[in-house]
């Protein structure tokens, strides 16, 4: 009996990881959810289904985790990474950010897969409508801001309520603060120290020395570092408005967390230093 031909589609998507990924990799295709180890990945079969929604999906998976193999040195990471769990959190979904970024800015097609799996995450969770930063997925937005400011391209229109609901919240940081992560896109090393000053200045740090007990920056969990993130930037802010009332409501947290939380002055000067450099 003849050997069944391999399957073009899948032939063509595990060549194309491996050429992005720039090392030996190997893709597995299942019938399980996509799952990553090492230099790894399973990820559904597209020969299993017709749906465009789900094939889009699997291409923003392989090329996301072929870019984190090509851009992404995981010893520096974790030299690093702070040892606080939200701050690690929030460590690492810059650092997803900036592999994205970068390889959006070499590989357009890549940039355009992971812009598609955002928009498709977008029209799921109806997140086209008008909505506010209690809903808006943080790390997506993340990404598609520092690629605008390192590329000048607008997201996809789909995702302008989420660029939207979060930018007011970035300017507030300081002038010029998503450009400097822009401009650091290309060199893990300096974007890490970016990420650290932003952590310290947020007082997320604690004097604790980073490098210990961090988890992969491929921490498959956007939700859980969407809410880092969240809470250490309503630190860095005075809650003064009755929306952030829904937020912390949405992040399970008592209404009576919403207080004023000034920034001392000599954070004050950190966040200055940081973003006019």
């Keep these: 009996m003849a050997t069944p031909k391999p399957s073009r589609r899948r032939e063509a998507l595990t060549t194309t990881t491996q050429v992005l990924a720039g090392v030996e990799v190997e893709v597995r295709f299942t019938r399980d959810r996509a799952r990553e180890h090492g230099t790894t990945i399973h990820v559904p079969d597209p020969d299993v289904t017709e749906n465009p929604t789900e094939r889009t999906h699997i291409r923003g998976r392989l090329d996301s985790f072929a870019l984190r193999q090509r851009y992404h040195d995981e010893a520096t990471h974790q030299a690093r990474a702070p040892r606080h769990p939200d701050a690690r959190k929030l460590f690492n979904a810059l650092e997803r950010a900036r592999v994205e970024a970068a390889g959006g ?19 799921e969770n109806l997140y086209e409508q008008a909505i506010t930063h209690d809903d ?3 790390t997506d937005a993340l990404a598609l801001l520092i690629k605008q400011a390192a590329t000048g391209q607008k997201p996809p229109e789909e995702a302008a309520a989420i660029i939207g609901a979060w930018e007011p919240i970035f300017q507030k940081i300081g002038p010029g603060g998503i450009k400097a992560f822009a401009d650091a896109v290309s060199s893990q090393e300096a974007f890490a120290d970016l990420s650290l000053e932003l952590l310290d200045a947020m007082d997320m740090l604690d004097g604790q020395d980073p490098g210990q007990d ?3 920056a491929a921490e498959d969990n956007p939700q859980g570092q969407d809410q880092a993130l969240t809470i250490a930037l309503k630190k860095m802010m005075v809650v003064n408005h009755p929306q952030e009332k829904g937020l912390m409501r949405s992040l399970g947290r008592p209404l009576k967390v919403c207080q004023p939380h000034p920034i001392s002055l000599k954070n004050q000067m950190k966040i200055l230093k940081m973003v006019t450099r």
């Design 214 to 216: 961090g988890d992969t």
């Design 105 to 123: 800015l070499d590989y357009p097609g890549a940039g355009q897969n992971l812009d598609a799996l955002i928009v498709q995450r977008c029209k």
């Design 136 to 138: 808006a997925p943080l």
